[in-house]
């Protein structure tokens, strides 16, 4: 099979409404995408099933959903104000901008972390290795700045006067200023989660590489806090949770590992990313970080709230340890768009599938009826009673074979065909999108066939 490349997913994108560029019409805007209406269910299945794994099906975990715009004293208590920043410089032939840590990065393999180095440090380093712009081949750069990735707009309060509000670039706060009202009105016990899915936006100026980074997102993510001697524990446990869960989604265990970080945030205890194949190479797709009281402590240093849990048992008072476990939407659904694509080859054709696990894809269940003229009655009532149970779509032009087709490639795993069996049996047949075999089961049936498939 070819390799895959990212641009190959994203004309597939474009073509079959999975993902379309941003504000299109208006020649786009830098790394922003719009769901269209097969991706809008694609990514919606990925939550619901983030959500039932991590949240209904755990007993001590609940879930929120806080506000974007945040009191600002958040973001200085979490430290995005005064140090959320990437470096930049900018080529000065070609006006392209660039972060230099990650030039950095890629000049010497790896072998650098630029993240420790000033901007003095990282300056030199480029001159020194004589690191040229990767667009234009030039070597004429300005000097680093940091550029803040935290967007920003403002509240008046009374005319003329503003004060700066943040969009916020992290989900995980909302959860931090609700840990008492959780832990009260849910008469929670430790060790408990509070998790949530939400938009999380950043300022980044670097190219973004499709769905990988854009400058507004979803975070699936969830903060689990726990006494400290517990919080190795759940650090380890969420970190293998975090893998059995991709797994489970249809990624692949030869494209998965482990990345533990060396270097580590000040406050930090332990943490580690685990990264993902994508056709750009291995890249981070998810982070587990034990960061110990770090949060709850400033969070009650600026707030002056007590962020303090009293154990019921031993009356011990304490701050809890947080270990956090955190997932981009859009990047893990960039994630199932690669690993699901296949190019295969048949006996005297080609065709594109898409193989998502059923619980994922868009549509459960195509209904074609064989022949418009005859057919189409009985299958339009036939979508309306599948419908109800579960995502269907209906499809009535073109040849049976290249609507297979076009199911094949949105990844529509049940194809239900309606014939003159269909109107004189009250039979359907069904065929497989993966080996694109065929039953014939009475309509009841079929539903429960289906219904059973698509668990996850
Ligand atoms: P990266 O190193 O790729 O910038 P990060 O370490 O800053 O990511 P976190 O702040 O830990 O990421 O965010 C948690 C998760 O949110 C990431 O693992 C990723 O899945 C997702 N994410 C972060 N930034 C973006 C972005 N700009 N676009 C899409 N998803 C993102």
Redesign the pocket.
């Known amino acids: 099979m070819k390799t895959l490349t990212m641009d190959k997913i994203v004309n597939l994108c474009k073509q079959y409404g999975f993902v379309f560029p941003g504000s299109e019409i208006y020649d786009g805007f830098a790394n922003t995408w719009d769901f269209g209406p097969v991706g809008v269910e694609l990514k919606n299945n990925i939550k619901k099933a983030w959500w039932k794994r991590f949240v209904e099906e755990d007993m001590n975990t609940y879930g929120v959903d806080a506000a974007i715009l945040m009191n600002p004293k958040v973001w200085e208590a979490s430290g995005h104000v005064s140090s959320f920043s990437d470096p930049k410089m900018d080529c000065k032939k070609c006006k392209q901008r660039f972060r230099a840590d990650n030039l950095i990065e890629e000049h010497s393999k790896g072998e650098v972390v630029a993240e420790a180095m000033s901007n003095e440090e990282m300056e030199k380093y480029v001159n020194d290795n004589h690191i040229t712009c990767p667009n234009c081949g030039g070597f004429d750069w300005t000097p680093i700045k940091q550029f803040k990735l935290m967007f920003e707009t403002s509240r008046g309060t009374v005319e003329g006067e503003k004060d700066a509000v943040y969009l916020r670039p ?1 989900t995980c706060q909302g959860e931090y200023v609700n840990f008492l009202n959780v832990q009260r009105t849910m008469r929670a016990k430790l060790p408990f989660a509070i998790a949530q899915i939400g938009k999380s936006f ?1 300022n ?1 100026i670097t190219p973004g590489n499709f ?5 507004e ?1 979803e ?1 699936m ?1 969830l903060q689990k806090f726990c006494h400290e001697k517990d919080s190795m524990n759940f650090y380890n446990d969420y970190k293998k949770r975090a893998l059995d869960f991709v797994k489970d989604l249809g990624l692949s265990a030869d494209k998965l590992r482990y990345h533990d970080h060396d270097k580590l945030a000040h406050y930090a205890k332990a943490a580690c ?1 685990i990264q993902y194949k994508f056709p750009i190479g291995w ?5 587990i970080h034990h960061r110990g009281t770090w949060d709850l402590s400033r969070h009650a240093e600026f707030s002056g709230k007590k962020l303090e849990y009293q154990d019921p048992e031993t009356n011990e008072k304490y701050i809890p340890n947080v270990i956090e476990y ?3 939407a ?3 659904t960039l994630a199932i768009l690669c690993e699901a694509y296949e190019e295969e080859k048949l006996e005297n054709d080609t065709r594109e599938v898409m193989h998502f696990h059923p619980a994922l894809a868009p549509y459960k269940v195509a209904v074609l009826p064989l022949v418009k003229k005859y057919h189409k009655q009985k299958a339009e009532e036939l979508f309306k009673l599948f419908a109800k149970n579960f995502m269907t779509t209906y499809d009535e032009t073109g040849s049976i074979g290249k609507r297979y087709r076009r199911q094949d490639v949105i990844g529509t795993p049940y194809c239900i065909t309606v014939d003159d069996e269909t109107l004189n049996n009250n039979t359907v047949t069904i065929r497989n999108r993966d080996d694109m075999s065929q039953i014939t089961l009475p309509v009841t049936e079929a539903i429960e066939f289906v219904k059973d498939k698509i668990e996850f």
């Not at 769905?211 to 400058?215: A, E, S, V």
């Not at 890249?283 to 982070?287: C, I, K, M, P, V």
């Open positions: 992290e950043r980044e769905l990988f980074r854009t400058i997102f975070q993510e990313d890249e981070e797709l998810n982070g955190s997932i981009g859009d990047r893990l």
